[in-house]
């Protein structure tokens, strides 16, 4: 197959689409995966157990939070807000692909989600004292909205690059995005060593900057990429709400017809859960496993942050000789050795946890990157946003398996060490179903051209 040149207007929009995983990763990083975890989870166990047991008692809290007359545990209650944002994600977002597939402005679509959620961001600095009943709601909101603004971003790949071009477009987004995080986390972990007596307080300012990031770099994608009429919409009766939810209900019914589609889906749920939680997780592994500072941990972040740029541009590289699938494959197993020297990794051992972190930089951006590339070769055209839906129900933010187990695991074991070696079961049944994945078969019963590797 002749690849076909991007047009100067092409590669103009490209590079404004790749400004929006610099825009939210700030968020990514510095608030979701680093600090807010273990701040909210302080903030629980001061509400539970009327301190901050690991800096002021060197205590574990044990006394459980009471939630609609249920006991939860102060140091899963992070896991559980992540799984209700993924049950109602897994109703809302799908409508909301649906609404841009007919929207005639895309960009102008992801404006409004990503700003919404930004908000919702900065708000955070009001966490405060014992008030984990606010940090809770926003976290849940903002993780809503995040999903609804990468559903429109990843639907517009589509758009904005050829098939053959995809995994170097969707690798290089995914770069951009480990800088810009990397960036802010780098100035963040200069103001928590500035502000040592005062962690809280540099701790609520890096939350807000993570917002007021996200907001202010938003503006390059909307601004630079423009807007196009629907592709082949299905006619549906009713209004824009009401013909989006008949779509949806096609869409399940039609999905059916693409059962390489739907058994990547599957295979995503289940490996992408896994790679989502050891994201969350990992904040909280350091400081409340391994005893870690939190300084020391946002250094690990680092580690994985910068690496993940070359990570992420790397298996691009490697995408385009031996193919996006066999890759992926690869890196799966790479992530099932990651969670085991995890779950071995000594206490307060710093150079294994440098080591971890840069295993996982390697693989974090490369897997994520050419998953997303692989599967818009697997959807079929005009339906993007809508498919695109179903794919970000399990992706940034929004798993909840792995994420439930996690929390379960601990509430029963009150540590994280088996909690983290659970996962491995999320691994080994998304490579299972993901080996059973036909690329070329996917591509051809979506309707879509052959790139030349695949």
């Not at 300084?295 to 740029?309: D, K």
């Not at 929004?398 to 070696?421: C, E, K, M, N």
Request: charged share 15%; proline share 4%.
């Amino acid at each position: 197959m002749t690849v076909t040149p991007s047009t100067p207007e092409r590669v103009r929009e490209q590079k404004a689409w790749y400004w929006y995983d610099w825009a939210n990763s700030a968020y990514v990083t510095t608030t979701a995966a680093v600090l807010f975890a273990p701040y909210l989870t302080s903030v629980a166990e001061k509400a539970a157990c009327g301190y901050v047991t690991d800096e002021d008692k060197h205590q574990k809290c044990t006394t459980d939070l009471h939630v609609l007359g249920l006991g939860l545990s102060a140091g899963s209650l992070v896991f559980y807000i992540v799984t209700a944002a993924t049950i109602l994600s897994a109703i809302v977002l799908p409508i909301v692909g649906a609404v841009a597939d007919r929207s005639g402005n895309k960009p102008r679509l992801l404006g409004v989600f990503a700003w919404s959620g930004s908000v919702m961001a900065m708000l955070m600095f009001l966490v405060a004292g014992s008030n984990w009943e606010l940090g809770a709601l926003l976290l849940l909101v903002a993780s809503l909205f995040l999903g609804a603004s990468l559903v429109v971003y990843d639907s517009l790949l589509v758009d904005i690059a050829e098939p053959d071009d995809r995994d170097r477009v969707s690798s290089r987004g995914w770069a951009l995005g480990y800088l810009g995080g990397g960036i802010l986390l780098a100035l963040n972990f200069g103001l928590l060593t500035v502000l040592s007596d005062h962690t809280e307080t540099a701790v609520r300012i890096s939350l807000l900057s993570a917002g007021l990031w996200w907001a202010a770099f938003t503006l390059i994608p909307v601004r630079g990429i423009r807007a196009r009429p629907p592709v082949n919409p299905v006619a549906e009766p009713g209004g824009l709400v009401q013909a989006s939810f008949g779509q949806l209900w096609r869409t399940l019914k039609d999905l059916r017809r693409y059962p390489v589609t739907l058994t990547f889906l599957v295979a995503y749920l289940f490996y992408n859960d896994g790679i989502q939680t050891v994201i969350y997780a990992a904040s909280v592994y350091g400081e409340k496993q391994l005893g870690f500072e939190k300084s020391t941990v946002l250094l690990a972040f680092l580690v994985v942050q910068f690496v993940g740029i070359a990570g992420a541009l790397w298996f691009g590289r490697v995408a385009r000789t031996r193919g996006a699938y066999r890759v992926i494959v690869v890196g799966l197993f790479v992530w099932l050795l990651v969670v085991v020297a995890g779950w071995l990794t000594p206490d307060r051992n710093l150079p294994a946890f440098l080591v971890l972190a840069v295993a996982i930089g390697i693989v974090l951006g490369g897997t994520q990157a050419l998953s997303r590339s692989f599967y818009s070769q697997l959807i079929p055209r005009g339906r993007e946003a809508e498919y695109f839906s179903l794919y970000q129900a399990c992706e940034r933010g929004t798993s909840w398996i792995g994420t439930l187990i996690f929390g379960l695991v601990h509430q029963w074991t009150d540590s994280y060490r088996p909690a983290l070696l659970a996962l491995v079961v999320l691994f080994a049944v998304g490579i299972a179903f993901l080996l059973r994945v036909d690329p070329r078969r996917g591509v051809e019963e979506a309707g879509n051209p052959i790139p030349r590797v695949i």
